[in-house]
């Protein structure tokens, strides 16, 4: 019978009913197709072999060629199987700890052996656990390249003869047999303008390559693939959704925005800023419907660019409201904008948890009446009680914070769905961008207000505490003000509050009163409390804030310019360029000091490092993006629209861009995908959507 992709893995000769089980349960692998399209990790080249005198503790895995000796089973506790492995060079010892009857068995003292394996380097010798084990006179059969791939498996996998040489054979057996069935299915256009090696080829290179260049060229076309169709359901997705979901039409920027315009600005907008407001105008002066994210870094004014754009709203008769994660944040905006627009006839109010019942009652009034403006709040705003009169844009600031669901509670808030802008400071690469707001449309402000000096960053251990101690007394001297904040991770928020508490302690006995005033900030503080001790430091009325992470977002306090971040080794790259934010806000040199333990991981360190290079949110984020993987960047939430089998967002950014315009000129020129060519596009497509019904709620 031959084997077509839809077999079931059983039927397929050399599997058998415990090794199926084994393939569903351990790896995965269902049907023919599923194990075609397991493909290798890693691939080693074979005709590279070392000498037992060149192990090195650093190298993963070796091949040798050599004889087996001294074969010895120990019994009882800790029973395992020892051999010797001998080449010229001299001998390194084998262990099996499982398995030890069959391997014993099989082992065949005084034969040529090719063993791969990976050493390890202990008690001033090298041991090899579980190496794999082939004759020499076999070693060379069937095999055209030098390169042989190396498949994952599971222990439980292996005992059932599926290690990475036993997947590999099922491999040769099936690459023939069904390589008739891979059909080609991309239209010859793009096949020539991505050089795109041909389907069957591909698949056949991946497993068995006759070269490192045809190994190459085949995972590019399969990382192609895989990101290609990735990006047509995400191209497809903003398309319908631009078709279908109307937006109200905001043709006029009247006198709301005018008079503020020539009255009220603060300042004049840097070109950054205009042609953001310009592409937002543009998106709502349309009919369709509006899904902009606004990438700026920290400080680099998004909140005027949000102010303008509600003014555009109200010039055209309708309401908007703008949610941000935090109240400490909700309550900021709420006084900069009520600050910026003066004596505007806009009115403008803010809702949160804490807000007294009277007053939320009033405001609800007001919201349905159509008398507010605009409201300004936290998830507050998305609960059903708020019912606007005419919601025509909602602005979402710092959307990281938020989940998927609450982000659609917004939408739903009109049967037509307002206009939604949404602002990060999170600045995300490029490539990564299209792929997880890959139905959004993405406008960067890539430019600081004039005059900031760029924060100087610096790394220091708490052995040099006393040290830092006499430079933040010098700023307050000078008249500064000064952040102190720690970590806080929930897991440990018991040991993360006594961090702070000890901290607060010891700067207390080092600034103490009268002369200094010290505030601090922590998520066991209720709200009002919070907000009191935020503006004493906001007023200028202490010198230090010492403070959790609650400050991290948003938070605008000039003349602070110093930010000292505690264990700044548990805090990952983006947030720490977050809390660098805080400061370098106004005309004074600012300084970022990064406190340690002694003791740094690699990884720690590079973090350090790279803050202490650069002050650039992008350069920072593709860092992060290297360091973390794209997963944990973005939070668990959207981590399934990432779970890809081959391609890594991280280092595959020129193919996601490809494939991303790949899709985009197949469906500019096609976009129902009737063209006899786009077929089996389709076909796949369709496919898709059926195996992953939520997809379209992942950004
Ligand atoms: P973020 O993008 O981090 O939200 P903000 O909107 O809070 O930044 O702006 C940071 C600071 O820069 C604020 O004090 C704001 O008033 C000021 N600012 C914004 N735009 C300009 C500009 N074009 N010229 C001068 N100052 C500006
Ligand atoms: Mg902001």
């Given amino acids: 019978m031959a084997l077509l992709p839809d077999t079931a893995i059983e039927y397929m000769k050399g599997v058998g009913p415990q090794r199926a089980e084994s393939l569903k349960k351990e790896l995965g692998i269902h049907t023919c197709w599923g194990l075609l399209n397991f493909f290798p990790y890693r691939y080693i080249d074979r005709s590279k072999f070392y000498t037992v005198s060149e192990l090195h503790p650093d190298l993963p895995y070796v091949q040798l060629r050599g004889r087996i000796t001294n074969i010895e089973s120990i019994k009882g506790k800790g029973s395992r199987l020892k051999a010797i492995f001998r080449d010229e060079t001299g001998s390194v010892e084998l262990v099996w700890f499982q398995g030890a009857k069959s391997v014993e068995s099989a082992l065949k003292p005084g034969e040529d052996y090719v063993l791969f394996g990976k050493p390890n380097f202990f008690r001033d010798r090298y041991s090899i656990p579980h190496p794999e084990l082939e ?126 315009y020539k009255e009220f600005m603060p300042f004049e907008l840097t070109n950054a800023q205009k042609r953001v407001v310009k592409e937002i105008r543009k998106d709502m002066g349309t009919g369709a419907h509006m899904n902009r994210l606004v990438q700026g870094d920290v400080g680099s004014g998004k909140t005027v660019v949000a102010l303008l754009s509600m003014l555009i709203a109200i010039d055209n008769g309708f309401q908007a409201c703008l949610m941000a994660p935090t109240e400490i944040l909700a309550i900021q905006h709420y006084q900069t904008l009520t600050e910026m627009l003066g004596l505007m006839p806009v009115n403008v109010r803010l809702l949160t948890g804490s807000s007294k019942t009277s007053e939320r009652n ?16 936290t998830h507050a705003l998305i609960e059903p009680v708020v019912e606007f009169k005419n919601l025509g844009l909602a602005i979402i600031d710092e959307q990281h914070r938020f989940g998927v669901e609450q982000r659609f509670k917004l939408w739903k808030k009109n049967t037509t769905p307002p206009h939604v802008l949404i602002m990060t400071a999170t600045p995300i690469p490029r490539t990564l961008a299209m792929t997880l707001y890959g139905d959004l449309d993405v406008s960067v402000i ?50 993360d509050f006594k961090d702070l ?28 409390a919070k907000e009191i001790e935020m503006q004493r430091f906001a007023d200028g009325k202490t010198h230090i804030m010492v403070a959790t992470t609650v400050i991290e977002v ?143 709620r992942i950004s």
């Fill in 362 to 377: 009033e405001i609800l009034k007001g919201i349905a009446a159509g008398t507010i403006h605009i409201l300004i709040g």
């Fill in 135 to 260: 004759l020499l006179s076999h070693f060379n059969a069937g095999i055209k390249g030098n390169l042989q791939g190396l498949y994952s498996s599971t222990e439980k996998a292996t005992q059932k003869g599926l290690n990475s040489r036993g997947i590999e054979k099922l491999m040769r057996v099936l690459v023939p047999e069904i390589s008739g069935s891979i059909h080609e299915i991309f239209p010859a256009s793009i096949l020539s303008r991505y050089a795109l090696m041909d389907r069957r080829t591909a698949y056949e290179q991946i497993h068995f390559p006759a070269s490192v260049e045809q190994m190459v060229r085949a995972q590019f076309r399969m990382k192609f693939e895989e990101l290609f169709f990735l990006q047509m359901q995400l191209v497809r997705l903003k398309l319908t959704q631009t078709k279908k979901a109307k937006g109200f039409v905001f043709g006029e920027v009247g006198e709301v925005f005018n008079q503020f």
């Fill in 554 to 696: 948003g938070v605008n306090v000039p003349n602070a310019s110093v930010m000292v971040i505690e264990s700044a080794e548990r805090f990952g790259l983006s947030q720490l360029h977050q809390l660098r934010g805080r400061v370098g806000r106004g005309a004074d040199q600012s300084f970022c000091m990064l406190m340690t333990g002694n003791k740094l991981s690699n990884d720690a360190r590079l973090r350090m490092e790279t803050m202490c290079r650069t002050n650039d949110g992008f350069e920072i984020a593709e860092v992060d993006l290297k360091l973390r993987g794209p997963g944990d960047l973005m939070g668990t939430q959207q981590s399934g629209a990432l779970d890809l089998r081959l391609a890594d967002l991280a280092k595959d950014g020129d193919i996601v861009a490809a494939s991303r315009e790949a899709a985009q000129l197949l469906l500019e020129k096609d976009p129902d995908l009737t063209l006899p060519e786009n077929q089996l596009v389709r076909q796949r497509l369709a496919q898709m959507v059926k195996d992953r019904p939520n997809w379209s």
């Fill in 446 to 495: 890539d430019e600081l207000p004039p005059g900031r000096k760029p924060v100087k960053t610096s790394h220091h251990f708490d052995s040099a505490r006393i040290k830092v101690f006499g430079f933040m007394e010098e700023q307050i001297k000078l008249g500064r003000q000064i952040y102190v904040v720690y970590p806080l991770i929930e897991e440990s928020e018991k040991l």
């Fill in 501 to 528: 508490m000890d901290g607060y302690e010891s700067l207390s006995r080092r600034f103490p009163l009268p002369d200094y005033q010290i505030s601090v900030v922590h998520g066991k503080m209720n709200p009002a």
